[in-house]
């Protein structure tokens, strides 16, 4: 085994040099407006760094406000045309200087793309806000209509250390062979947290130390799929956790019914929390000491662990699985402060610093799950708590229906749409005055409505509207349901 493996050694030497010794390492800062080559003396803009300019094989260094830089936010919203920056060239390091560095987007597609195969992300926060409360989205209705949009979508790349937040679509999508570790993925009203889809002859994906969060989605969704010959995917899950809040979609859906053509998946699941997974087609599963309690927060969003949370300590000690999980969380603390690994992207500590997820947030107490709060609008002197409502299928009528809290008199307005392509169409309205206090707001549809659930599931849009007496503005709730086919 020595010699073939220092030949390959050897080869992939002259094979990268040429690369190394071309390689560039460049530099952005937020309000950066330097020419090329983007020296650290006059940074550039981010999309000019991963412009043109860029090479295979180069770095791009992102400075925050600690490290040469006014600002650690480089915000995309404030750009024309709705944007993310993509990556076209391969084996480029894009990589902040400090923690806290945020890439935030509204963009219809991704925050980030990395078309390129060989990409490595390291150290940064990203944001797609698309759908997310104004002002941080000029039109939000289109995000939430069937346009892929995703914080990070990367084919063939190294993800290390990254927070990818989407507040209504995807936040994570992965393209065959991808390497991910202490890393956040979090859609809080979309779709998956983890989109992996597979379409090469031997895709590996691992993920170490990750933690996957979704609402009205699986966490994690892998479908390996190819029109030709069958090869098989591999897909290893260590020290993860894997949860999503919806009772009709399990945290871990691999080949699901529906995925045209599934070839073989080896689904490994190693000292993770993953209460329960939706298996298709030709998987295999292997699974070896499970986490069967959930994970409990001291911040629901930011997804930092309580101490009393059953993924503390109960990491696996296989010197592989410690040795991709590196030495830093992604909160830049030892990755090891106990007798073993925890679970997840941050070790459990006092004061650990998380990015901020950018919206605002009430939580009377409504969802089951631990820290599944919901989600209000900000801005106003008057104050509107929703709790996640819940639509249910009667015999002759869809029903939504779910509790408020207002901090005074007012009138409630509650509207239900339901996504038809990029449109939506109201279905049900209601309008009731109010006291200081909770109330709950009953909204049913017409039996037509009923009628299309046995075609397939409907994706409704639930907005509320709270007016204060006297008051002649509004605070503004929207979130989105999906009801299973009946």
Not at 152 to 159: D, F, H, P
Not at 270 to 279: F, G, K, P, W
Not at 314 to 330: C, I, M, P, Q, W
Request: charged fraction near 20%; hydrophobic fraction near 40%.
């Amino acid at each position: 085994m020595r010699r073939p493996l220092a030949v390959l050694a050897v080869s992939a030497a002259v094979l990268l040099a040429p690369v190394a010794a071309d390689a560039a390492t460049r530099f952005a800062a937020p309000t950066g407006a330097g020419p090329e080559p983007c020296a650290e003396a006059a940074p550039c803009a981010l999309i000019t760094a991963l412009g043109g300019g860029l090479a295979d094989g180069d770095t791009v260094i992102l400075l925050g406000r600690t490290t040469g830089a006014a600002s650690s936010l480089y915000d995309l919203t404030a750009l024309p045309g709705r944007v993310g920056v993509t990556i076209t060239r391969r084996n480029v390091t894009v990589t902040a200087r400090e923690d806290g560095v945020t890439i935030r987007s509204n963009s219809l597609d991704e925050a980030v793309r990395a078309l390129a195969g060989g990409v490595v992300l390291r150290r940064l926060v990203l944001q797609n806000v698309c759908g997310s409360a104004a002002p941080l989205d000029p039109a939000p209705a289109d995000c939430t209509t069937g346009f892929p949009a995703y914080a990070l979508r990367a084919s063939s790349a190294t993800v290390e250390r990254v927070f990818a937040y989407s507040s209504q679509r995807r936040a994570c999508g992965l393209l065959n062979d991808a390497t991910v570790a202490n890393t956040v993925c979090l859609s809080l009203n979309g779709g998956n947290a983890i989109d992996i889809t597979s379409t090469s002859d031997t895709p590996q994906v691992t993920l170490t130390n990750v933690t996957a969060r979704s609402r009205f989605y699986p966490a994690i969704e892998i479908a390996h799929q190819r029109a030709g010959a069958c090869t098989g995917a591999s897909l290893t899950i260590v020290n993860s956790i894997v949860s999503a809040t919806a009772t009709f979609a399990a945290p871990l859906w691999a080949n699901p019914d529906g995925t045209a053509n599934p070839c073989p998946i080896a689904l490994t699941l190693r000292a993770s929390s993953v209460l329960t997974r939706n298996i298709g087609m030709s998987v295999t599963q292997t699974e070896t000491d499970p986490v069967s309690a959930p994970p409990t927060y001291s911040d629901a969003l930011k997804l930092v662990p309580k101490a009393s949370s059953p993924t503390v300590n109960r990491g696996s000690t296989n010197a592989a699985d410690l040795a991709r999980a590196g030495a830093l969380d992604l909160a830049s603390r030892d990755r090891v402060q106990g007798p073993r690994i925890d679970l997840g992207a941050y070790e459990y500590g006092e004061g650990v610093l998380a990015p901020t997820v950018p919206v605002d947030l009430a939580d009377p107490g409504g969802p089951a799950d631990p820290g599944d709060p919901a989600v209000a609008d900000p801005g106003a002197s008057a104050t509107l708590s929703v709790v996640r409502p819940r639509a249910a299928a009667r015999a002759r009528a869809i029903v939504v229906r779910g509790r408020i809290i207002a901090s005074s008199a007012g009138v409630v307005t509650r509207t239900v749409a339901r996504v038809q392509g990029k449109r939506r169409i109201t279905i049900c309205r209601s309008r009731q005055r109010v006291k200081a206090g909770s109330t709950t707001l009953r909204c049913a549809t017409k039996p037509a409505v009923r009628a299309l659930l046995r075609r397939g599931a409907l994706v409704l849009v639930v907005t509320t509207r709270f007016r204060p007496a006297g008051e002649t503005t509004s605070i503004v709730d929207r979130q989105n349901l999906r009801v299973r086919r009946r």
